[in-house]
């Protein structure tokens, strides 16, 4: 249903969202009292559990089946290059969005680690304080977006997520900590079914696949030295280098 698509995909991030609940504390429990090896061993674990599930349990759901037509790939690959005048802003406003997140998201553990002194399970129960209100505000959001339309939700999502990073920079308290991390987790619970829903409504059905792959490859191909960058900024400049 089409006037459903902000609820549908609150449901679909719930799924990712809810083992968060427990697995961050989980993992930081047993990286303190066992090792972080056996941390990644039980990841591997759920990732092949994972894929097994994928591969043999879960059935395709595009209506329309058409051949493969490969020029069309071609012409997708070279669009990559050539996004769409109409939605400039929407691509602006991704590449932003994501660059700010990727060049503290792969090494904020490592931050709150080594420059606050915090132990696995601290950061884990921070995490999961994210998690947990993207989780509780994910269907309600959801429902709004259908409701009210999506810019007003991406906007709000950007302010929080600026809070949360001004927030890192100024504070080292463990208690304003977690209320960032609400923050943090408002604006993730803002961003997914609002900017999801914007771009499925932005184009038309059998359109919507190249949508998507030329704004997450232009992303991509801008983004990927963002974590390279925080690092460099974090190494050079400690964790407020990173987040001003």
């Known amino acids: 249903d089409a006037n459903k698509i902000g609820l549908s995909i609150s449901l679909l991030s719930l799924t990712w969202f809810l083992p ?8 930081g429990y047993i990286g303190d009292n066992v090792g972080l090896v056996n ?11 994972a894929t097994l599930v994928f591969l043999f349990g879960v059935e395709e759901t595009l209506k329309e089946r058409r051949p493969m037509d490969w020029s069309a790939v071609k012409r997708n690959i070279v669009g990559v290059m050539k996004p769409r005048g109409d939605l400039r802003d929407v691509y602006l406003l ?16 490592a931050m709150l680690y080594e420059a606050l002194g ?19 505000v994910l269907i309600p959001i959801g429902n709004l977006v259908d409701r009210y339309g999506s810019p007003v ?10 809070a949360s990073f001004a927030g890192y920079a100024l504070f080292r308290s463990f208690l304003v ?21 914007f ?33 460099y900024l ?11």
Request: proline content about 3%; hydrophobic content about 55%; overall charge positive.
């Open 199 to 231: 771009i499925a409504k932005a184009v038309p059905e059998g359109e919507r696949g190249s949508l998507y792959g030329s704004i997450n490859g232009l992303r991509g191909l801008i983004v990927f030295p963002a974590p390279l960058i925080g690092a």
């Open 94 to 109: 991704s590449i932003l969005d994501r660059f700010s997140w990727a060049m503290n998201r792969g090494i904020l553990v």
């Open 234 to 244: 974090f190494e050079g400049f400690g964790i407020r280098g990173t987040f001003a």
């Open 177 to 197: 900590l977690i209320v960032l991390q609400v923050f943090r987790g408002l604006a993730m619970g803002l961003w997914d079914p609002s900017y999801n829903s």
């Open 153 to 162: 939700f991406l906007r709000a999502s950007v302010i929080l997520s600026i």
């Open 39 to 49: 941390v990644l061993r039980i990841v591997l674990a759920g990732e092949v559990a």
């Open 118 to 136: 915090l132990s696995l399970l601290q950061i884990g129960i921070l995490f999961t304080v994210a998690t947990a209100t993207t989780t509780l």
């Open 20 to 27: 968060g609940l427990y697995g961050k504390l989980f993992a």
